[in-house]
């Protein structure tokens, strides 16, 4: 059988560990052994007189009192070692902490302790880590903190918005409805200059309605509330009677409707959302466009998706306000010049298209056109139902889809999509 660990063994052992072994008389306040210790802060051997009283003039001025006291919970019975951690000052002029455990081993008849056995470790390292965690457990917690106010403030937004949206709703209807009557009564018709300024208030009151639907839009899919019901669409029928819906207003504006549909194709998406998406996106392509314009919708499968095209000969837009297209409330300077409208169309439908599980891309010409594509699942490619839009679908600020004008001749067509440019 080996021999028993020797004590010079054992104090190589625990040197490999960084710790080293200490012993103090206490009446004599001799400190014998402490060397590793002295090493670890950078002092030669006798640089430091080896008392416990020389030691305690390196501890920091902080810690010394601290120290005092767990000698003293010790030497009192009311702990089973003197343990205790510390700054002490290197010969650097740095502070380093150390780890002291310790044991009276002696006491004289009295019950005075008379010498005192025990270990010291650096532990500076060990204390830096710790400090970076807490630092790291505080951001965390910081960070935490910040995103639950940010979601109740969003959420207080959002139920802002819907209850400030239906109190308009409300008289706003009423204002509509009692419009429409004086219009439309044939006991009391209204005067021609009366009718145009019914009409006036009529067309303002319904675009009132439809921002405030959007803004509603908006907030609801921002708190997770957007409601949708997806199911097999047939394409040409609901893109065709978006078309005849704004055929009035493309006539007014001097603008050819071009429908490029194919007799047959079915998406998986929500009828009332899908038809809101084409009629701003079309209405856009109407409003921003010139007279003699045209504007094309064309619609195709593309692999799992279908690929909806919408295609302007309007003012197009700019390569430095692509990336701002689809956030709310942004226009263009020439929009504001010239055009109703409150930036929220594009970042309503945005969020519809990505609710549905699709996505949209620009590509844009000044002076040439735009033309705008919606992917979305085709039918048969994902399960019909009701879905509820998730929050970050209703994230509209990034568009990572939105890119740079290609500089296609003769058109703004950019990349190719599924679908052919029509000539
Ligand atoms: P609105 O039309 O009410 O301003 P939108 O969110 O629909 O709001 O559009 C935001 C902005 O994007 C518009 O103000 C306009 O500057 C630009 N825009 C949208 N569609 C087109 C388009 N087809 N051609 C040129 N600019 C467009």
Not at 21 to 49: F, K, N, R
């Amino acid at each position: 059988m080996a021999a028993p660990l020797g004590i010079d063994q054992l104090r190589a052992a625990l040197r490999s560990a960084g710790t080293g072994i200490w012993e103090w008389a206490i009446d004599s306040d001799l400190l014998t052994d402490a060397d590793l210790g002295l090493e670890q802060l950078g002092y030669l051997p006798g640089e430091v007189e080896p008392t416990q009283r020389a030691w305690d003039t390196l501890i920091h001025p902080e810690d010394r009192q601290a120290n005092e006291a767990a000698f003293q919970r010790y030497l009192r019975g009311d702990r089973p070692l003197y343990e205790h951690r510390y700054r002490i000052l290197a010969k650097g002029g740095d502070w380093r902490w150390f780890e002291e455990r310790g044991q009276v081993v002696d006491w004289d008849a009295d019950g005075r302790p008379l010498r005192m056995l025990g270990t010291q470790t650096d532990v500076t390292l060990q204390m830096a880590l710790r400090e970076v965690a807490a630092e790291a457990r505080q951001r965390l917690e910081r960070a935490q903190r910040e995103v639950a106010a940010a979601q109740a403030a969003s959420l207080a937004k959002s139920e802002f918005l819907s209850r400030l949206s239906h109190e308009l709703r409300t008289p706003l209807n009423a204002v509509l409805g009692f419009t429409q009557l004086m219009e439309t009564d044939p006991r009391d018709p209204p005067t021609s200059g009366q009718g145009v300024r019914l009409k006036v208030i009529r067309e303002s009151g319904q675009h009132l309605l439809r921002m405030i639907g959007d803004l509603l839009d908006l907030s609801r899919a921002e708190g997770g509330a957007l409601v949708l019901h997806t199911e097999s669409l047939a394409v040409p029928a609901l893109a065709q009677a978006c078309l005849d819906m704004l055929q009035p207003t493309a006539a007014q504006a001097g603008v050819t409707l071009r429908p490029d549909l194919p007799a047959v194709l079915a998406v998986q998406a929500d009828p009332t959302r899908l038809r809101q998406v084409l009629l701003n996106l079309l209405g856009n392509a109407i409003k921003y466009n010139r007279r003699g314009g045209t504007v094309r919708l064309a619609a195709a499968l593309d692999g799992a998706e279908v690929c909806l095209e919408v295609q302007d000969s309007g003012i197009g837009i700019a390569a430095d306000e692509l990336p701002m297209l689809f956030d709310p409330f942004w226009r263009s300077p020439e929009a504001w010049r010239r055009h109703d409208g409150a930036g929220i169309g594009l970042a309503v439908t945005q969020t519809l298209v990505q609710a549905m599980g699709g996505r949209i891309t620009v590509h844009s010409e000044p002076g040439v056109g735009s033309v705008f594509r919606v992917w979305l699942p085709a039918a048969g490619a994902s399960a019909s139902g009701s879905a509820s839009a998730s929050a970050s679908a209703a994230t509209p600020a990034a568009t990572p889809a939105a890119s740079a004008a290609a500089a296609v001749p003769g058109g703004p067509a950019g990349p190719p999509g599924p679908i052919s440019r029509a000539s």
